[in-house]
């Protein structure tokens, strides 16, 4: 096969799946990882699509507009429910928490159990899904509506967050990059994940596998703001160490 012909079949593939992995593309194209790697690296310079830790990832045609919330709901699914599972267990009753507008905080919301809490968030996916908790109060932070993401930005919804202050935060992002921190695809969203990480005591990032080594367009903030991190199995282990050395807290599902 060319080289040209591997490199339009790895695309494919990544918009066909959404993500996938260097391992499993060296089997299906019987080709070292290294080379792999090399071709990742090559599409990626092409904007054809993103690497992660381990792999790569689908983008859309413009890195700075928001992935559709169907799309996020699909992608690493089994991660995304692990990971909210396990952070809905760090919620006691009574706390004040933030819940942010992505797929892993909706799987959050469907997993809370209905005791007395207060939830504010900027998704419309997230307190639909709380509507139905009776002793859960639930404070949207209002704003401009994203339809993509069904969730409210903007001068309003920032506003908002100066208001409140809560306990727990938990909110995931487009990349995680050990160096220069976690960053979203667009600057909305970082604006308003900026402002939760600020009202909060402690922050929980949670994020899969696919979101390592991936710097998006908009950074929301350095990794010294974030003091726990859940994640998946998938994640290496070098990739914990290099996390647990900045004094991050890692919590593993």
């Known amino acids: 096969m060319l080289v040209a012909e591997r490199h339009q079949k790895i695309v494919k593939l990544v918009n066909e799946r959404k993500s996938i992995r260097?391992?499993?593309?060296?089997?299906?194209?019987?080709?070292?990882?290294?080379?792999?790697?090399?071709?990742?690296?090559?599409?990626?310079?092409?904007?054809?699509?993103?690497?992660?830790?381990?792999?790569?990832?689908?983008i859309n045609s413009s890195d700075s507009m928001e992935q559709p919330y169907f799309e996020r709901e699909i992608m690493n699914v089994n991660e995304k429910r692990e990971i909210a599972l396990r952070a809905t267990k760090l919620i006691d009753e009574g706390d004040k928490v933030i819940l942010d507008a992505s797929s892993t905080a909706w799987y959050m919301a469907k997993s809370l159990p209905d005791i007395p809490l207060t939830v504010l968030t900027n998704s419309i996916k997230v307190a639909m899904e709380l509507?139905?908790?009776?002793?859960?109060?639930?404070?949207?932070?209002?704003?401009?509506?994203?339809?993509?993401?069904?969730?409210?930005?903007?001068?309003?919804?920032?506003?908002?967050?100066?208001?409140?202050?809560?306990?727990?935060?938990?909110?995931?992002?487009?990349?995680?990059?050990?160096?220069?921190?976690?960053?979203?695809?667009?600057?909305?969203?970082?604006?308003?994940?900026?402002?939760?990480?600020?009202?909060?005591?402690?922050?929980?990032?949670m994020?899969?596998?696919?979101?390592?080594?991936?710097q998006a367009f908009s950074h929301i903030s350095s990794?010294?703001?974030?003091?726990?991190?859940?994640?998946?199995?998938?994640?290496?282990?070098?990739?914990i160490r290099q996390l647990e050395e900045k004094t991050l807290n890692v919590i593993k599902v």
């Open 22 to 58: 260097v391992t499993e593309l060296s089997e299906i194209f019987s080709v070292t990882e290294e080379t792999i790697r090399r071709d990742l690296e090559k599409l990626e310079k092409e904007h054809k699509l993103a690497r992660s830790h381990g792999g790569a990832i689908y």
């Open 131 to 205: 509507s139905n908790k009776k002793q859960v109060e639930v404070i949207s932070t209002g704003g401009t509506l994203q339809p993509k993401s069904l969730s409210f930005t903007g001068p309003l919804a920032e506003a908002s967050m100066d208001t409140y202050h809560v306990s727990k935060a938990f909110i995931s992002c487009k990349g995680l990059h050990l160096r220069r921190g976690i960053s979203d695809s667009n600057e909305q969203q970082a604006r308003i994940k900026k402002k939760m990480i600020e009202s909060a005591d402690a922050v929980y990032l």
């Open 207 to 214: 994020l899969d596998y696919s979101k390592f080594g991936v």
């Open 223 to 239: 990794l010294d703001l974030i003091e726990n991190i859940i994640i998946d199995s998938k994640v290496d282990g070098d990739t």
